[in-house]
């Protein structure tokens, strides 16, 4: 069973800085393209980052700048660190096994001002 479990979040100063991990099991993760999206209430999910299984990084728009996505193939486990937080920053954060349907469960970001 795919499973994908983020920790990491909670509440941080406007200007802050938070990093969020993903923990995977029940796939071949180092073939596995991940990332990283955060959905606000009331919007669309975003994509933020990704990164494939040999550590190619692509960034969107959204936070580009501000944040880094990395792996430890080993650990089974992606990242996100994020700096500079903003209060319009503040979401749900989820990652996701890229291109499929396994995402996990979120983790929540609240930036303070």
């Known amino acids: 069973q795919v499973r994908l479990v983020e920790s990491g979040g909670g509440l941080v100063q406007s200007g802050g800085s938070l990093r969020l991990s993903c923990a995977v099991s029940?796939?071949?993760?180092?073939?596995?393209?991940m990332a990283w999206y955060r959905q606000v209430a009331g919007n669309q999910r975003e994509l933020i980052a990704q990164?494939?299984?040999?550590?190619?990084?692509t960034y969107t728009d959204s936070m580009k700048g501000r944040v880094t996505i990395s792996r430890d193939n080993a650990k089974k486990t992606v990242y996100l660190e994020m700096n500079n937080l903003k209060p319009a920053d503040a979401a749900v954060y989820y990652c996701r096994w890229f291109s499929t349907d396994w995402w996990g469960q979120g983790t929540q970001v609240t930036v303070s001002s």
């Open positions: 029940g796939v071949a993760f180092d073939i596995c393209t």
């Open positions: 990164i494939t299984g040999d550590g190619l990084t």
